[in-house]
């Protein structure tokens, strides 16, 4: 396993590698990308006009009882130590080339909430962009990220971002898995009674 951190705007940022071999990788792909049904409902912000395929785990409790969640949230729990964290989202986002992505947040500045995202694909070229790219506060362009697979991203949610797009030349879609964490229970009870409101 690698562990990569940087900062973006003062904020750490890890980049985690090799968290699976190959066949764990193909493993969780196959079961994200099968065996949910995905539909165009997930909106980045109320000016939205292009929804993306999303498949939200509703029920967190047997989300995470699949058999790779306890390893991405042992990473999650090594990499943030300094607080305790309670999932209250989970859901996967299927992006296409033609499909519109937009930068946003995924929670208040005052919020300590952290975002995890899983990239599942167990193929990924370079050539196929994709790439999440994160912002300052500014709205500058800070860094990005290749969705390689079986990559591991972990941000602060209050992180200006955006998923990219991927390229003409791209066969397939990318299927990312995104979990996020609070540190209140109340908190997460809160926004679990929500309606899923951006990716």
């Known amino acids: 396993m690698k562990i990569q951190e940087t900062t973006v705007n003062g904020r750490k940022v890890i980049l985690v590698d090799h968290l699976f071999r190959k066949k764990k990788i193909e493993q969780v792909y196959r079961t994200l990308s099968e065996s949910y049904v995905y539909y165009r ?3 980045s912000s109320s000016a939205d006009h292009f929804p993306k395929m999303v498949a939200h785990f509703v029920d967190l409790e047997a ?5 790779f969640y ?5 990473l999650m729990k090594q990499c943030c130590a300094d607080v305790p964290h309670h999932l209250y989202k ?3 986002n299927q992006t296409s080339y033609g499909d519109v992505n937009y930068p ?3 929670c208040k500045p005052r919020r300590r909430d952290v975002t995890v995202l899983y990239y599942a694909n167990p193929r990924w070229d370079r050539e196929w962009g ?3 790219m994160l912002y300052d506060d500014s709205g500058a362009f800070n860094l990005a990220v290749l ?6 991203l972990i941000f602060p949610g209050a992180t200006w971002h955006c998923a990219g797009i991927p390229s003409r030349v791209c066969p397939v879609s990318r299927f ?3 979990m996020k964490y609070t540190p209140s229970a109340k908190d997460a009870r809160q926004v679990r009674s929500s309606r899923p409101r951006d990716a």
């Open 104 to 106: 946003h947040v995924d």
């Open 41 to 43: 409902g997930q909106l």
């Open 176 to 178: 990312t898995l995104a």
């Open 147 to 152: 969705p390689a697979p079986g990559r591991v």
């Open 90 to 92: 989970a859901y996967v």
């Open 70 to 74: 306890e390893d991405v949230f042992g």
């Open 130 to 132: 994709g790439e999440t």
């Open 63 to 67: 989300f995470q009882s699949l058999f």
